[in-house]
């Protein structure tokens, strides 16, 4: 009735509707699909491929064993032969003269061998097993196998007829029982161990809007107090902050503060050393790299250009002499160090964006992995992280801005030394004439 049922939810149409047939046959006839074929082969190899199952493969005498399906699947989940037992049925039917092959398989000696070796029996045809009581059976399958041919094979009798099949499976499964039964009470304490460590972890019911908040508020104190630790650089916690870099120069993305510290120096050096638009380099080192002097068109169409220290007069002469107005000789123009501040200046801007971004992407790798911390239901992992990027889209959007109005700033430094400088002029004309007239007087 197991098997009726489980083979209607299962949706497979007459799964063992016959009686006699074995409970997983493979009959087209009956499973009417091949979705239900497949269904019923991955149940077989679910029972079989778990090595503390015991393997019953049924072959018929008259095909040829190698190939059947049912060995096929035995070699494949039982390569040594260790939890299978052979039987092999309908040996009345083969074809005259084939009784040694059949005999040989059944003596454990043909190409197929396993440890546990086979049985053969002989199926009652319908009229023997209509009225057969299993004394009768026995009487038959005896009968038979006393008879020519079978009785020239040198058979072993204990391993003839279905009875004898039923005491070696009782004896077997007492032994099976008793040698894997330890090995299932400690998986049953590991998997105890680990359900109740996955029910402490889910916390109290929350069946009421009281529970609920109790148990956000619960989750939003340890948050807190993880990215706190994390901010002030207390990693004390080794469940959240453990280190599996210690002899590396990485730095894990749970200890924040570590690594806004390690972004900001790679910044301060990158700005330092990859800061300038022209930089001073040595001709020797760099002979292929240099363009003495730069011209305006290189400058615009790539980055970083290196120059000599006689270039870099060269560019700095062309800046002034592009840059000269109503002053005197000897003298400059008020805009010439506004446009060298302009020209060497100019990567700023891509060099912190691209700090901005790197910080950014450090946070939310910092916030997942707190949030995977704190709680294991999906769901609410899911829900938490959508609610705090929300907020962290929001910081990056203001953190953008912030930088826009540094960049404007610094582009507008141009003319912040323009009034510097008219107003140092002035100022230092006022004083020379004032100095003049005193002295005259």
């Known amino acids: 009735m197991v098997i009726v049922e489980a083979g209607r939810l299962m949706g497979i149409q007459g799964f063992a509707d016959d009686p006699l047939a074995p409970a997983f046959a493979k009959d087209l006839l009956q499973i009417q699909s091949e979705a239900d074929v497949d269904t019923v082969n991955e149940l077989v190899d679910s029972y079989i491929s778990d090595p503390r199952s015991l393997i019953l493969a049924v072959v018929q005498a008259g095909n040829d064993i190698a190939n059947q399906p049912v060995v096929r699947k035995c070699k494949k989940f039982d390569a040594g032969g260790e939890r299978t037992i052979g039987v092999i049925t309908k040996p009345d039917l083969i074809n005259r003269g084939a009784e040694a092959r059949i005999a040989s398989l059944a003596r454990n000696e043909d190409t197929t061998r396993l440890k546990l070796e086979f049985f053969l ?126 002899f590396a120069t990485q730095v894990p993305e749970t200890r924040l503060r570590a690594v806004i510290h390690l972004l900001d120096t790679r910044f301060s050096d990158g700005m330092r050393t990859n800061g300038k638009k022209l930089k001073i380099v040595d001709a020797d080192d760099h002979a292929g790299s240099i363009q003495d002097p730069p011209d305006e068109e290189t400058m615009n169409r790539r980055g970083q250009i290196l120059v000599t220290e006689g270039g870099m007069r060269r560019w700095m002469q062309q800046v002034y002499t592009r840059t000269r107005g109503r002053e005197l000789p000897g003298d400059y123009n008020h805009i010439f160090l506004a446009e060298l501040y302009h020209q060497q200046s100019s990567r700023w801007g891509s060099i912190a964006e691209q700090h901005v971004e790197r910080v950014h992407d450090s946070v939310v790798a910092f916030v997942r992995s707190a949030v995977e911390f704190i709680t294991d239901e999906e769901h609410t992992r899911l829900k938490l992280t959508e609610h705090i990027m929300l907020t962290l889209e929001a910081m990056r959007s203001r953190a953008d801005h912030e930088l826009r109005l540094i960049k404007a700033r610094n582009d507008g430094a141009r003319k912040a030394v323009r009034v510097f400088g008219v107003h140092d002029r002035h100022s230092t004309a006022r004083y020379c004439v004032k100095k003049a007239g005193t002295a005259s007087i």
């Open 121 to 246: 029996l002989k199926n009652l045809s319908p009229e023997e097993s209509r009225n057969a009581s299993s004394n009768a059976r026995e009487h038959i399958e005896r009968e038979f196998f006393e008879k020519s041919p079978w009785k020239e094979q040198d058979l072993d009798r204990s391993r003839l007829g279905s009875l004898n099949l039923t005491r070696f499976l009782q004896t077997l499964l007492d032994h099976h029982v008793e040698r894997e039964l330890p090995k299932v009470r400690e998986e049953l304490r590991r998997l105890e161990k680990k359900t109740l460590a996955r029910i402490e972890e889910l916390g109290e019911a929350r069946s009421t809007i009281a529970q609920m908040r109790m148990y956000l508020s619960r989750l939003a104190m340890r948050l807190d107090h993880t990215c706190s630790s994390a901010l002030q650089g207390d990693y004390s916690d080794h469940r959240f902050f453990s280190d599996s870099y210690q």
